[in-house]
């Protein structure tokens, strides 16, 4: 079974207002990645946060991860029509640093549509 | 750079015929994953290389799939006797060792018919 889970599925905003998508995982991670998907596409890599980081910013973007929750959150502030896109969080979801080092378990993601 | 290439970007093929995807990672990246992703769904991880290490295949759905990686380097899924549950967007990604972050290429867009 797929290790993230986006929420919510889709999202639509007008232009300037804030965009919260949220993640929810099951096992043990070392780290949580989001990234981004146009047309269905190829993916580019957002933020990286560790296991042991509570809070990450990158330009509009702010990214939070509560491990006793085992969730996560994406910020995009002042969204932009071209911030339109699928938006996936990956986890690593190893449960012995190194043993499965670098495959990733996406979710379904959230469609961001970010209105003029 | 150059970035993740993946070539064709389109196929379209019949059921039952084999199919050959190829993926050319950037230059001195030692990991190489395949995933494919159905439409409106998460991406689904099937083969991961390493290095000279053993790849890990363990998300390959059937025999009808394998991969292989020549020099360390460029990358070719095969699917063999194409079902039309084998359509969706194959995409290759790499990365450097020890660094999560992933680098995705285009996707190759497989229409079974």
């Known amino acids: 079974s797929q290790q993230g889970e986006e929420d919510p599925q889709a999202l639509s905003i007008q232009e300037g207002e804030n965009a919260t998508m949220n993640c929810s995982y099951k096992?043990?991670?070392?780290?949580l990645q989001w990234y981004r998907q146009n047309s269905g596409r190829g993916l580019v890599h957002l933020i990286l946060?560790?296991?042991?980081?509570r809070e990450k910013h990158s330009g509009r973007l702010r990214v939070t991860l509560d491990t006793s929750k085992k969730s996560s959150s994406l910020l995009i502030t002042a969204s932009r029509a071209a911030d339109t896109a699928s938006y996936f969080c990956?986890?690593?979801?190893?449960?012995?640093?190194?043993?499965?080092?670098?495959?990733?378990?996406f979710g379904r993601g959230t469609q961001l549509t970010v209105w003029p | 750079g150059a970035g993740v290439s993946q070539s064709p970007s389109n196929k379209v093929t019949e059921k039952g015929k084999d199919v050959e995807l190829r993926c050319d990672p950037i230059?001195?990246?030692?990991?190489l994953y395949w995933y494919r992703q159905s439409l409106g769904q998460g991406l689904e991880f099937l083969i991961y290389?390493?290095?000279?290490?053993?790849?890990?295949k363990s998300g390959l759905p059937s025999d009808r799939f394998s991969a292989e990686r020549t020099g360390g380097s460029v990358s070719t899924l095969t699917i063999q006797r194409t079902q039309q549950e084998d359509s969706a967007v194959y995409l290759c990604?790499?990365?450097?060792?020890?660094?999560?972050?992933?680098?995705f290429g285009p996707g190759t867009r497989l229409t079974v018919t």
């Open positions: 990604a790499s990365s450097t060792y020890r660094t999560y972050e992933q680098y």
């Open positions: 096992t043990s991670i070392n780290n």
């Open positions: 946060i560790r296991s042991n980081e």
């Open positions: 990956a986890t690593d979801a190893s449960l012995k640093r190194g043993s499965t080092l670098g495959r990733l378990y």
């Open positions: 230059s001195g990246h030692t990991a």
């Open positions: 290389f390493q290095g000279n290490s053993a790849p890990d």
